[in-house]
């Protein structure tokens, strides 16, 4: 198959996904909004802490969600289970636009707003982990991280969508601001519809693809919990990491330019929609140097430049500079960028094809669970001092660091960086090693 046919077909795989992570990152944007309109407080900080709260509820779900839809993809098929996931999400999000205000029905407001959340999060518990699978175990897509890289990046395409509706909105309609944040959460309907058109298009397809269930399969986190347990450990600590890493950079720091470095959201917005566009080239990029230069190398050697560059990238981004804020969002975007490319993949290959949805699933979910709390934590810890966010990306590049350097304890052979695949005629070098 050509690289771009290959190109083609993982995207028509991967294309609902944007969907997925369009409403689910809204709520994020949209924070500050959020938390007036369903939180009755008199301090502004407080709604936006109870806001932030709501938001990492919806990651608490998602282990939920993970248990439930990774042993779904065991039993009945990856795809199944993908699809199912997608098509909950954006009738959970659509319901956003229109659910009334603590104004309007009182303390039913933010109770109807956090079992929104809770369907959210369960949904996305089961989306990504089933993709990561899907990409891994298609032996029609020989560079694994790059095609990961890219499956990753068509996700992205969700938050950029977010980003760049949500700046629109907010440009072109701030007369009518008190209601502009549902507006975007309306225009979701438009991609779910396009997404059950083409599941319905390819449904023969992706039914042909599903790997079939078995009776094995139904002990499936008993036989994770008692044969594979630091792999499950290991693929927890990597996704908590790389998903604070991650919302912190391209989620709460819109926030924090808002709060702290005095632009407007417009601006901050603006700046996060351009590093989103740069994060969809760079992931596919280092998933790519990944496949060829071994993927824990990269991961550690990403982290140990993070923490060179942590300091420099705060000043910038603390400078009140239009250029410099820019500057420094795309230096912490880079490097998420570098880590998520690399890093991302394993948290499929670490697992034996048998539990590899229930395994990336549930501990996918277990992480993402885990770094939910990490814009609401930042709020608090930003609040005393500004430069405590960088307290708190550190811990989590020594979370990751530490997983990086305990992935060859798990004894599981790897795919090998290809690079070395690249010997004279008659050399024998084996296919896999251990990493």
């Given at each position: 198959m050509e690289p771009s046919s290959k190109v083609v077909r993982l995207l028509k795989i991967s294309l609902g996904n944007a969907l997925?992570?369009?409403?689910?990152?809204?709520?994020?944007?949209?924070?500050?909004?959020?938390?007036?309109?369903?939180?009755?407080?008199q301090s502004p900080l407080s709604n936006l802490l109870?806001?932030?709260?709501?938001?990492?509820?919806?990651?608490?779900?998602?282990?939920?969600?993970g248990f439930i839809f990774g042993y779904l993809g065991d039993r009945t098929g990856r795809y199944f289970a993908m699809n199912l996931s997608i098509i909950l999400?954006?009738?959970?999000?659509?319901?956003?636009?229109?659910?009334?205000?603590?104004?309007?029905?009182?303390?039913?407001?933010p109770i109807l707003l956090i079992l929104v959340r809770i369907i959210q999060g369960l949904s996305a518990g089961g989306q990504f982990g089933n993709l990561l699978v899907i990409t891994t175990e298609d032996k029609k897509l020989k560079n694994t991280g790059y095609y990961t890289g890219i499956a990753y990046s068509v996700s992205l395409v969700g938050f950029l969508l977010a980003a760049g509706v949500s700046y629109l909105i907010l440009h072109f309609a701030p007369a009518h601001s008190d209601y502009a944040w549902r507006i975007p959460f309306v225009i979701g309907a438009i991609?779910?519809?396009?997404?059950?058109?083409?599941s319905r298009e390819h449904a023969a397809e992706e039914e042909a693809q599903a790997p079939a269930g078995s009776a094995n399969q139904a002990n499936s986190y008993r036989q994770l919990w008692t044969e594979h347990?630091?792999?499950?450990?290991?693929?927890?600590m990597i996704s908590a990491f790389l998903g604070t890493i991650f919302y912190m950079a391209f989620t709460y720091l819109v926030t924090f330019s808002v709060e702290y470095s005095q632009i407007s959201m417009s601006d901050a917005l603006l700046?996060?929609?351009?590093?989103?566009?740069?994060?969809?080239?760079?992931?596919p990029a280092f998933g790519y140097l990944s496949d060829y230069f071994g993927r824990r190398n990269l991961f550690i050697?990403?982290?140990?430049?993070?923490?060179?560059?942590?300091?420099p990238a705060f000043t910038l981004l603390t400078s009140h500079s239009l250029f410099s804020i820019g500057a420094g969002v795309m230096l912490y975007a880079l490097m998420v960028c570098w880590l998520a490319g690399v890093a991302?993949?394993?948290?499929?290959?670490?697992?034996?094809?048998?539990?590899?949805?229930s395994g990336c699933c549930a501990s996918y979910g277990i992480g993402m669970a885990i770094c939910g709390f990490a814009p609401m934590i930042a709020t608090k810890l930003t609040s005393i001092d500004p430069g405590y966010l960088n307290y708190l990306l550190l811990a989590s590049l020594l979370i990751g660091l530490a997983a990086a350097l305990a992935v060859p304890l798990v004894g599981r052979s790897l795919p090998h960086p290809l690079r070395t695949l690249r010997q004279p005629q008659g050399s024998a070098l084996p296919m896999t090693a251990k990493v």
């Open positions: 997925e992570w369009y409403d689910f990152c809204l709520f994020g944007y949209f924070a500050v909004s959020i938390g007036n309109v369903f939180f009755h407080s109870l806001a932030f709260a709501t938001f990492a509820i919806g990651f608490v779900a998602r282990p939920v969600g999400m954006g009738l959970a999000s659509i319901s956003m636009a229109f659910l009334p205000g603590y104004a309007s029905i009182g303390v039913a407001a991609p779910l519809v396009l997404h059950l058109w083409l347990k630091l792999a499950f450990s290991l693929v927890v700046i996060n929609t351009i590093a989103l566009v740069v994060a969809c080239f760079l992931i050697s990403g982290i140990l430049i993070h923490l060179v560059l942590l300091y991302m993949p394993l948290c499929s290959e670490l697992f034996p094809r048998e539990v590899r949805a």
